[in-house]
């Protein structure tokens, strides 16, 4: 699993469709117009006329625009009455706007190639726009009203709203959904982090057209705002873009504060009987934070027993070794109030024991022992080869940008980051494995085990083995 997936950030994109068109605006809604990895180490620190920072990457190569932007708030801002909101506000932001409604907002997209995009996580409200340079103008100014002038129509909340009801609906008959819901309510009691970003069936409904107005004025701030800009555009110019775009927004937020959390009931298991042809195992507990010393230790070590797909220890020994699985993951989520490992997989129903037992072994195994030299040789050879497919294209690099500063890595990272993968020693891996990998485990298992509890489960109940603690993904 790739880091800062802690809560998914692209969603539904607009693309243009006339047919002289067709193929720019799928390069722009892709980001398949490549860019020169090295390009990417060039990062300009801009300060608008108005006072709004963001990083430049100058690439004059490519006909493309790419802005990513985020804002450091998100659906944990949302009370439990109110789950959704701020996923349904994403999902309406490009659906009118100022004086377009949602047909014409649509049309102007489209006709002109461009992509707009926005998507809701715990702590972000994240956006991207990708337009070829000669549209720029336009994109430029259907970005700002989105942001400044959402209409959120009533007949198109019911219409989204409806959607989004849809989806909720179906994800009470899916195994990841419920394994995942149960997951957070069972780890974070009480906390924001337990509302389910995407909403409730419950509480989507009561969502009005005031709740997303008020919610976008509080969440879209300059105080908050992290940007991102790649393209054949110069410091002077990226200002005079930043303040045209983002320049109207209130200049501070009124959030409220998010305590921060440690995953509870570590230790246990919660089994949901649902009859569906494969089970899910959840698996997880407390990580390390982005910013601790001992991160990048923890990001190669993760890679090492989960997070390296083919060659880690879990795909090994669950897959390969038994055929339990297609896949098996391991990922850290370092999140504003929280750290967390999660590891997880999808079997057949009378296989899922067997897998999470294996599971459970791999990590009590790497706890205890740590991994061998030529693990992390190749995990060090891989991990500092592969770092510039992240800036290969223009959308790729923009979207690197804006994590860097939400993470606060400095603007110096790129350069300095395969030195750091590189200064992990083996005893620092068992150091951070013991740190993170030998404490409890939260485990939820649904679908048809055997050792799922009867009809109507959910019960939680102590865990057959208490495996280890925590992790995900960064740079």
Not at 44 to 56: F, H, K, T
Not at 117 to 131: C, K, M, P, V, Y
Request: with cysteine; proline share 5%.
């Amino acid at each position: 699993m790739m880091a800062f997936l802690a809560a998914g950030r692209m969603p539904a994109i607009a693309i243009g469709a006339l047919t002289r068109r067709v193929l720019p605006a799928l390069c722009v809604a892709a980001g398949m117009v490549a860019a020169p990895a090295q390009a990417a180490t060039n990062i300009e620190r801009i300060v608008s006329p108005g006072g709004i920072e963001a990083w430049l990457v100058r690439e004059a190569t490519v006909p493309l625009v790419a802005i990513d932007f985020a804002f450091t708030h998100g659906s944990a801002q949302v009370p439990a009455d109110k789950a959704g909101l701020a996923s349904l506000m994403t999902n309406l932001l490009d659906e009118g706007a100022g004086d377009l409604d949602s047909r014409a907002f649509h049309e102007k997209v489209e006709n002109y190639a461009i992509s707009i995009g926005f998507s809701a996580s715990r702590d972000q409200i994240s956006g991207s726009l990708r337009t070829l340079a000669e549209h720029q103008d336009v994109a430029f100014d259907l970005l700002k009203l989105a942001l400044t002038k959402p209409r959120f129509d009533i007949d198109v909340v019911e219409r989204v709203r409806n959607q989004t009801m849809s989806n909720l609906r179906r994800g009470t008959m899916n195994p990841n959904e419920i394994a995942n819901r149960r997951w957070w309510e069972a780890a974070f009691p009480g906390h924001p982090y337990a509302i389910p970003t995407s909403g409730t069936l419950e509480a989507v409904p009561g969502i009005t057209p005031d709740d997303l107005k008020g919610f976008a004025r509080r969440i879209f701030t300059r105080d908050t705002l992290k940007i991102g800009i790649v393209g054949n555009i110069d410091a002077a110019a990226a200002g005079r873009i930043v303040d045209r775009i983002f320049g109207e927004l209130p200049v501070k937020s009124n959030a409220v504060p998010v305590p921060d959390a440690k995953p509870q009931a570590l230790g246990t298991r919660i089994n949901v009987e649902l009859d569906v042809p494969q089970s899910v195992v959840m698996v997880g507990g407390a990580g390390i934070a982005r910013k601790d010393k001992d991160f990048m230790a923890a990001y190669v070590l993760n890679h090492i027993l989960g997070g390296g797909s083919f060659s880690s220890r879990l795909y090994r020994e669950v897959r390969e070794v038994r055929g339990l699985a297609y896949s098996v993951y391991s990922t850290l989520i370092p999140l504003d109030h929280t750290a967390l490992f999660v590891a997880g997989t999808a079997t057949r129903g009378d296989r899922a024991q067997q897998a999470l037992e294996v599971i459970e072994q791999e990590i009590r195994s790497m706890a205890t022992e740590g991994p061998k030299p030529e693990e992390l040789a190749e995990a060090k050879s891989f991990l500092k080869g592969s770092f510039a497919l992240r800036f290969d294209t223009s959308s790729k690099i923009a979207g690197q940008l804006v994590q860097m500063q939400v993470e606060g890595l400095g603007i110096d990272y790129i350069t300095r980051r395969n030195g750091l993968v590189e200064a992990v020693t083996l005893a620092d891996l068992k150091r951070v494995a013991k740190r993170i990998l030998d404490a409890g485990m939260l485990v939820a298992v649904v679908g048809r085990a055997p050792t799922a509890v009867a009809a109507g489960g959910g019960a939680t109940t102590p865990a057959a083995s208490q495996p280890a603690a925590a992790k995900r993904e960064g740079q």
